[in-house]
């Protein structure tokens, strides 16, 4: 095995060398001519779908099914899966970046299935139906459509679609069109590229420009995967190599073909013309390299870098030879370092000395070209010949004294990876560059789709990446599948995740509730440990007091008042009642969140079902508070002691209640009667401003109705009168020999509004007062006079001094306390 074996099927194109790699053989077999097939491919090495080519005759095969359906196989020639199609004409198959599969039909409606056979769906809209689909394309999560009247139709996500419809396109026939993604693009938005007379014109969304060429009608447009470049395959069997932007033309090719293609692609950034049985890699000028199949049909399907060409018998990648492979096969330069180090492992397996001699001749070059056999090894589909390239390496860094070897144990991971993925059984030939924009985990992703779990769960674990949804994909598809019984079932899948990180038990048990089996989807959840995942799905399932309860032990305040709000929209008021009277935690949230937010229709008829008078009583209390009338107010008193009335041990709150009513009736009236409000006084404030009103009569009414004791009236009146300085009136009762309330009251009210005269009045009617105080009394009136007068019948000479100093002997009021005093305080 030697480099120029290696090299062997190569191919020039000007300066570049191209080599196509055989990677599966006897794939479709005899019983599947895909010659009567369209046949489109997922990016990234992935499934291919086919549907049956209405516009070829079809010989009848016995046997075979007749009912229209999407056939999904694997690269390898393996049978995926059957999409049965019943919605009439496709005008569009194409996939998405992760391997979703989009159909168009004729009337505008889309589905995008996934690798299960599930579907999602929606509508282009914007006339579709009427004017019916022409064709589409696809890019890695959009589209375009192309409609009846030349309207153009994007959808830029399929897990939201939003169809809108692109800049208006001018009158004409469109001969061919493509598209340029929006990640290549300046805008940032789809763009189209329609071919219409002898022009291009490019359409995004809000314009529609005219490049202004005059070599077409173009029967091809193809724009390269990069989005750098197009080709435009004119009628006339040349191809115009462009940049996308149109200001630079790269070269022309003539095919000298009268016979138009069946592909325009790229293989990475250059340029494929395919007819049925030949395929052409274009180059400046003339120049190009040709592949002849005999006897069959290739189709053809460009990756970001190569090109995948499918035969009923093989599958083939056509790419650019990698510039480390053509350094270590010796294609770039026959001394290159890394095939002279390549040459060198040949001459130590013949142990021969020249292998030393070898490494001389290129040590100060070593690193180099260890690094270029490792990177040249990565490219390599055959394993002999990735194991030789990395032997190479190895036995270059053994050599080396400093080699930091992290590329080449990266290296030899990744290549383990791929060879298990290029396996026939997996039929996923991925090159080194696809696998690295494609990532190990969305690699994971697709053979989850693929029920490959085991190999799945061997790459996660060999590259250290999280295996939670392995397990769960797996589980779910288990309960979807799995013939054994329930029982069975929720023991093998929690003994087989049982200490599993990250398992989400809720996921499994939706996937076997949708499949009809709720009693496993019940017990499977009883494993899940986070309350708010198992709770939705309880009451998706119609199991209402379990979510409550599983809410209810979450602790999880949220969750619960969630779940209540969930009942209490769904059930009748009186159940869902029942379902929370057993639950005092749900009770009691209940209760806060109605008082939180002023609920009081729930609250009574929360507190009516619980038989909790006293509570619902306090609801109509609280309601008559903030009523704005009496009438209101006393009304919903009357309701709250009706309902606290059939209790003998409420009689003391009935009779209270019953005599507010009483008081906001009467007040009532006297609003009506009188000029001033009296609503929301008190019995003793109601009298009080009848009083200072004046109307005696309306307030001895009120003490009456009301059994206000003589002693709190006379309080009552006697503050009134104060207020309103009615001091004639208060005179009046002064003249009275006896009060209720005793005259000390009369006393200090008066003084405190001012009237000391009035005040002094009642000092000799008050009885019971501590010695000398009358004395005191009398000199706040300023009567140090009368003070003097009361200190010497007393004999209190103290008093009597310090009332003498007070006024000063030299004063008339002096010498009247002298005389007052006479010989009784003589010294």
């Known amino acids: 095995m030697d480099t120029l074996h290696a090299r062997a099927d190569w191919e020039r194109v000007g300066d570049k060398w191209f080599r196509k790699t055989e990677q599966y053989t006897a794939v479709f077999g005899q019983d599947l001519d895909l010659d009567g097939f369209i046949v489109t491919g997922a990016p990234y090495a992935g499934a291919l779908a086919l549907w049956r080519d209405d516009t070829k005759l079809q010989a009848h095969k016995t046997g075979q099914s007749t009912k229209p359906a999407i056939d999904i196989y694997s690269l390898a020639g393996k049978k995926l899966r059957t999409i049965s199609w019943d919605s009439g004409a496709i005008k569009g198959l194409g996939w998405s970046e992760d391997e979703s599969l989009l159909v168009v039909a004729a009337d505008g409606n889309v589905r995008c299935y996934d690798m299960q056979g599930d579907f999602s769906h929606f509508s282009l809209g914007n006339g579709s139906d009427n004017y019916g689909v022409e064709s589409c394309r696809f890019y890695d999560n959009g589209m375009v459509a192309l409609l009846g009247n030349n309207t153009l139709v994007t959808v830029s996500s399929y897990s939201e679609p939003r169809p809108k419809v692109l800049a208006s396109v001018p009158a004409g026939e469109i001969h061919s069109w493509a598209i340029v993604a929006p990640n290549h693009t300046l805008s940032r938005s789809v763009e189209v590229l329609l071919s219409i007379g002898a022009t291009v014109y490019v359409v995004d969304a809000t314009d529609c420009e005219d490049r202004f060429l005059d070599v077409g009608p173009f029967s091809h447009i193809s724009v390269s995967p990069d989005g750098r470049f197009v080709n435009l395959y004119g009628k006339n069997g040349k191809a115009h190599v462009i940049s996308s932007d149109f200001q630079e033309r790269l070269f022309e090719h003539n095919s000298n073909s009268n016979t138009p293609p069946k592909y325009v692609e790229w293989c990475g950034s250059d340029a494929i013309i395919a007819w049925e049985d030949e395929v052409h890699v274009i180059g400046p000028g003339d120049e190009s390299s040709s592949y002849i199949y005999d006897s069959t049909r290739v189709h053809v399907m460009s990756e970001h870098d190569g090109a995948r060409l499918i035969t009923n018998d093989f599958c083939e990648f056509l790419e650019r030879v990698p510039d480390d492979t053509l350094q270590a096969f010796g294609a770039a330069s026959e001394s290159s370092p890394a095939s002279i180090l390549l040459d060198a492992v040949r001459q130590l397996e013949l142990q021969s000395p020249k292998a030393d001699d070898y490494i001389q001749l290129i040590r100060p070059n070593l690193t180099e070209a260890v690094d270029t056999c490792v990177n040249a090894a990565g490219r390599e589909f055959d394993p002999q010949w990735q194991k030789r390239l990395l032997k190479a390496a190895s036995f270059g860094k053994s050599v080396l ?21 290029r396996s026939y059984e997996i039929g996923m030939p991925l090159s080194f560059q696809q ?51 329930d029982d069975t079932i929720c023991r093998l899948v929690v003994e087989r995740l049982s200490g599993k990180p990250g398992i989400s038990f809720e996921e499994i048990a939706r996937a076997a509730y949708h499949e009809g089996r709720s009693r496993l989807a019940t017990e499977l959840l009883n494993h899940e440990p986070r309350g708010g995942r198992q709770v939705p799905l309880l009451l998706d399932m119609e199991e209402d007091e379990l979510a409550l309860d599983k809410a209810i032990e979450s602790g999880d305040t949220d969750l619960i008042l969630f779940v209540l709000a969930k009942l209490k929209k769904k059930l009748p008021l009186a159940s869902f ?145 104060v207020a309103k300085r009615e001091w004639g009136e208060i005179e009046d009762i002064a003249k009275a020999k006896k009060s209720p309330i005793g005259w000390a009251p009369f006393f200090n009210l008066t003084l405190q509004a001012g009237n000391p005269r009035l005040a002094a009045v009642f000092i000799p009617k008050c009885t019971g007062l501590e010695p000398g105080e009358t004395i005191t009394m009398y000199e706040k009136c300023g009567m140090r006079v009368k003070a003097a007068e009361e200190a010497v019948k007393l004999k209190a000479a103290a008093a009597y001094e310090r009332l003498l100093e007070a006024a000063g002997r030299d004063t008339t009021e002096g010498r009247e306390i002298e005389r007052v005093g006479g010989t009784v305080f003589k010294k």
């Open 401 to 421: 004294d400093i080699y930091n070897s992290d590329e080449f144990v990266d290296m030899c991971e990744t290549l383990r990876v791929l060879n298990a993925v």
């Open 435 to 485: 696998y690295h924009r494609l990532t190990p985990e969305r690699l994971i992703q697709r053979l989850i789709q693929r029920h490959e779990y085991l190999l799945a769960l061997k790459i996660a674990g060999y590259l250290k990446l999280p295996t939670d949804r392995i397990y769960v994909s797996w589980a779910s598809t288990k309960v979807r599948v799995g013939a054994q019984d």
């Open 577 to 721: 009642f029942r379902v929370i009277n057993v639950r005092p935690t749900a009770t009691a949230l209940v209760e806060s969140a109605a008082l939180l937010e002023g609920d009081n229709t729930l609250l009574k008829d929360m507190y009516y079902q619980d038989d909790r008078r006293i509570d619902g009583a306090n609801v109509f209390i609280r309601e008559s508070l903030r009523q704005p009338d009496a009438r209101t107010a006393s009304d919903k008193l009357a309701l709250a002691a009706k309902l606290l009335s059939e209790s003998k041990d409420n009689a003391a709150e009935v009779y209270v209640l019953k005599e507010t009513t009483q008081l906001l009736r009467a007040q009532e009236a006297l609003d009506r009667d009188l000029t001033d409000s009296f609503s929301g006084l008190s019995v003793n404030e109601t009298i009080f401003k009848l009083i200072r009103l004046g109307y005696h009569g309306k307030a001895k009414k009120i003490q009456s109705d009301f059994k206000v004791p003589e002693k709190v009236v006379w309080w009552i009146r006697l503050r009134a009168l």
